[in-house]
């Protein structure tokens, strides 16, 4: 497996409040991103980044924000979580080279339940 | 907007009983088209990336195959061990190392 960690594991928290979750890997890949998984829409891409302090927007980035000062920790924060924001949130890592070896690798996952 | 469907939602097999799930994808200029296995609770196991039109892998009681307009995973005799939800995904050529879009999965079941 990959060493990816997600911590924490399960977070119950309550609307309005801000959450943070993280993502560490031991690969030293350079490409790192969040996920949110939900039934119905599948996986679908918050932010990812590209390097110390290279982020970017994904699909459904609004409410999110993501900062990554060290190459193996990556963050995911919702200033004030809302219900629509319960799910399971998925890190993934890469390290493309060119035309190949464009495989993205999951962490277990955090399941996330906003009240 | 590259899109992804995979077909069927939900397969139930008996152990034994060889099948193929669909993924059907329209994608501006395809760079790679990957499957993974997600168990309950878990995150996306990566098994295949294929490339180009005609490519197969194959892992075990898996082979993945690719034309223009779609990938089939056949699982042949398939055991218990193979219930899952496989999951499809594409990555576009101009799409940089950022975005996969994902298919949302087909979920089997093997039965004994």
């Known amino acids: 497996d990959a060493g990816i960690t997600q911590s924490p594991r399960h977070k119950v928290t309550e609307t309005g409040t801000p959450v943070t979750l993280r993502c560490h890997q031991t690969e030293n890949h350079r490409y790192m991103y969040w996920y949110r998984q939900d039934p119905g829409h599948g996986l679908r891409l918050i932010h990812y980044s590209y390097g110390v302090k290279d982020t970017d927007k994904g699909e459904v980035s609004d409410g999110y924000s993501v900062s990554r000062s060290k190459t193996e920790d990556f963050l995911l924060t919702l200033e004030s979580a809302t219900s629509s924001q319960t799910s399971v949130y998925f890190c993934?890592?890469?390290?493309?080279?060119?035309?190949?070896?464009?495989?993205?690798?999951f962490g277990p996952g955090t399941r996330l339940t906003v009240l | 907007e590259d899109q992804v469907t995979q077909s069927p939602e939900a397969l139930r097999l008996q152990e034994g009983e060889s099948s193929s799930l669909n993924c059907s994808y329209t994608v501006s200029g395809l760079r790679g088209l990957f499957w993974y296995r997600q168990d309950p609770g878990k995150g996306p196991e990566f098994l295949f990336t294929?490339?180009?039109a005609g490519e197969e892998k194959e892992k075990e009681r898996l082979k993945a195959t690719l034309t223009k307009k779609e990938s089939f995973l056949h699982i042949t005799a398939p055991k218990p061990e193979d219930s899952a939800t496989y999951l499809c995904?594409?990555?576009?050529?101009?799409?940089?190392?950022?975005?996969?879009?994902f298919g949302k999965g087909t979920m089997l079941l093997v039965s004994p």
């Open positions: 993934a890592i890469s390290e493309p080279m060119g035309l190949q070896y464009n495989e993205q690798f």
């Open positions: 995904a594409v990555q576009a050529r101009d799409s940089g190392y950022s975005t996969l879009t």
């Open positions: 294929l490339y180009s």
